[in-house]
């Protein structure tokens, strides 16, 4: 009994050991699974749709003998693709009057030649097929718009100090300015002439704003005051308190009643013009806020600071949308594309062009090497920046070219360290830019009407672009 036990055990476990191995050898893993047809119909069907769906509707490649039979005209030798240098057809064979030209091929062989390569070999722009994206071409710059050159027209004296801030108003009649001289005066735009000088502030008046829903003009200065005047009375009728320190910028919301001002106490203000309430305290900059712009889209609020950062905020909420850090200085101004859905930002660094709405970078416009105080944008495509040593420039809003640079000279008497530019602005006709100096002038300047693009040609050309992309 013992004998039959160990047999049965003995040949138990070499049965096993053999079902092992046979298991173990029977599958090769290294083989491929067989194909089903179904499956590999369905993959090339995918791949069709999703790699050459743009070339699919031209004619089918037959390859061998008729591989250009659906081409008649391939036997034109304008479209056949020679070497640099003529060679003969075959060896033996001496060169004829048709081989020894070098001839390049004309702009139809080439769109010929294209369709009638299979899709695998179909060059891209890029200069790789479809499946290599190893070479790029090198981004050149494109060819920017001819803008006319831009000159002095006009001179206005009657501030008594540095001239700080300039808007226009909407009817495009006058133009207010506010001065270290702690005056308001508004002008007549066409004849430059003083209509009225409006006093109230204790200390330099940095922002001006006149509303174009209702008869008022609302100015701010380093006496920490936000005033709301009525242009029909001539007076102060509202104060805004609130803010801790000098008010730098102030702007108004293009559809609602609401007052948006910026401080040296790191905060900006959102105010109900006619409650005077503060609706909204927007905290997150670290330092003084420069500058603030209002939009009707989203963000309706974008804010440049001295801690070189731009932030957008949600007004609804009054919190930050975005905080863009690129600068690597203070940023002092922003503007707004008047069509475009883009804005740029001004700082000592450079001038950075930024899209709506959540700030994806576009360019830098490097070259203005100063601290930038101001920028306008017209809808021309014109951008002009002024800087604090009085220095204008103009750009192509498009491609960044710098097409046109001013230093005008400071006013007879005044020092010639005294030729910064403080704020710039168009008029609503855009024919006029009129600039706030430290010379205490407001200068006005016009495009030369007379200049041709063959006069004044873009002397332009198309550089490799070596822009930072941050």
């Excluded at 034109?76 to 001496?94: C, F, K, M």
């Excluded at 790029?136 to 006319?148: E, N, S, Y």
């Excluded at 002092?332 to 450079?350: E, I």
């Amino acid at each position: 009994l013992l004998q039959d036990v160990q047999k049965h055990s003995v040949h138990t476990l070499v049965f096993r050991s053999l079902k092992r191995t046979h298991d173990m050898f029977v599958a090769d893993h290294a083989k491929a699974v067989a194909l089903d047809d179904e499956s590999h119909k369905l993959k090339l069907a995918v791949k069709l749709k999703a790699d050459y769906s743009p070339v699919l509707h031209m004619p089918v490649l037959k390859e061998g003998k008729d591989r250009m039979s659906q081409y008649p005209d391939a036997d034109d030798p304008e479209y056949l693709i020679t070497g640099t240098h003529a060679y003969p057809s075959g060896p033996g064979v001496a060169l004829t009057a048709d081989t020894k030209v070098h001839r390049n091929p004309s702009e139809s062989g080439i769109h010929s030649l294209a369709l009638a390569l299979p899709p695998s070999q179909l060059l891209l722009e890029g200069g790789g097929t479809r499946n290599s994206n190893l070479l790029r071409r090198t981004p050149v710059m494109p060819k920017p718009q001819w803008h006319p050159p831009w000159k002095l027209f006009r001179v206005i004296s009657g501030h008594l100090g540095w001239v700080r801030s300039i808007a226009v108003e909407p009817g495009n009649q006058w133009f207010v300015t506010g001065s270290a001289d702690r005056t308001i005066k508004i002008w007549d735009l066409a004849s430059g002439k003083l209509k009225l000088s409006l006093t109230g502030h204790i200390s330099t008046v940095r922002g001006v704003a006149v509303s174009s829903r209702s008869p008022y003009l609302f100015s701010c200065g380093e006496d920490k005051q936000v005033k709301c005047w009525d242009l029909e009375y001539n007076k102060v009728i509202r104060h805004y308190h609130g803010h801790l320190s000098a008010v730098y910028d102030l702007d108004l919301h293009p559809t609602i009643d609401v007052l948006m001002t910026c401080s040296r106490d790191a905060t900006a203000r959102v105010w109900d013009i006619r409650t005077k309430a503060n609706v909204h305290t927007l905290t997150g900059h670290t330092n003084t806020v420069a500058t603030v712009r209002c939009q009707a889209a989203e963000p309706q609020v974008i804010t440049g600071s001295h801690d070189s950062t731009i932030r957008l905020w949600d007004l609804i909420a009054g919190k930050t949308r975005a905080t863009l850090t690129n600068h690597k200085k203070s940023v002092r101004t922003l503007v707004m594309h008047p069509r475009q859905y883009t804005f740029a930002s001004g700082s000592a660094d450079n001038i950075k062009q930024w899209m709506f709405p959540d700030g994806n970078f576009i360019q830098n416009l490097s070259g203005h090497n100063a601290i930038i105080n101001t920028l306008a944008v017209n809808s021309d495509g014109v951008l002009v920046s002024g800087a604090d040593n009085g220095t204008i420039h103009m750009w192509d809003w498009r491609t960044g070219y710098n097409f046109q640079r001013i230093h005008a000279a400071v006013q007879p008497g005044s020092l010639d360290s005294e030729s910064g530019i403080f704020a710039c602005v168009f008029d609503h006709s855009e024919s006029r830019l009129i600039t706030a100096e430290a010379d205490k002038t407001i200068k006005v300047y016009k495009e030369d009407e007379t200049a041709t693009e063959e006069s004044h040609p873009v002397n332009w050309k198309p550089e490799i672009l070596k822009r930072k992309r941050y």
